[in-house]
């Protein structure tokens, strides 16, 4: 009982850590590594899932796409957050169209080939997407709402799959976490565009990306969850101007 106590202590003793580039400060109460395993087995799950359904990388041209792109966003993440370059990076695309893009801790990527079908993603606006979420990660986003799930619900020293079936199920829980993540939403917005620029895609593509984003009513990215959709295009055109200057 005292070794688990110890090992449930240890888990969420707070850590300080800074989000790269914009230097927020982040209270941490959960390791990388437990956050990462715990959320491989969640990729792992529903890409078996995938597999099973038929529905995982039958697009093998647009798999090839995010490969390559992917690799050069990737470079520039171990650039600004070295830790990543020990990271399983994975990259899948799925059919299911309930998936528009996800990057997982620890770096497991999965994009909805109907979603890029839908928007008629360029290869410069797809690298504006795919690194919108390997910053979610870079930024260790994960990390940070299970940190402050388990504040927010008030209870010491309690396991990492806990904080998560309760993050899946407690919906008043999520809506006191909105703020958090409306706020991780516009970060990863930021930290994408300079991730893409530092990779060599165009200023122009990114802008179209938001502008293609922000004329799509279906998509899961521009629910409530996301700042609204002109102040990201807006945030995306003055993102550019930085690049230029």
Partial sequence: MKALLASLLLSTAAASAQVPE?????????????????????????????????????????????????????????ELKPEAAAWQWEVHTTSDPEVDAICMAGGKILVGSAFVRQLALTDGELATLLAHEVAHVVAEHARETFSEAMLLNRLPAVPLEVVMARLDSDLSLQIRLSKLSSLQESEADQLGMVLAH???????????????????????????????????????????LLFDY
């Fill in 198 to 240: 530092r990779a060599g895609w165009a200023a122009d593509d990114m802008v179209s990306f938001y502008r293609k984003l922000a004329a799509s009513e279906q998509s899961a990215l521009v629910s409530g969850a996301y700042p609204a959709t002109a102040s990201r295009l807006s945030m995306a055109r003055g993102m550019t």
């Fill in 22 to 78: 914009s230097g927020r400060v982040q209270e941490l109460n959960f390791s990388a590594e437990e956050v990462d395993a715990r959320m491989e087995d969640r990729y792992i799950d529903r890409t078996v899932g995938l597999a099973a359904a038929g529905k995982l990388d039958e697009d093998r041209a647009l798999l090839a796409r995010l490969r390559y792109i992917s690799t050069q966003l990737i470079r520039e993440a171990i």
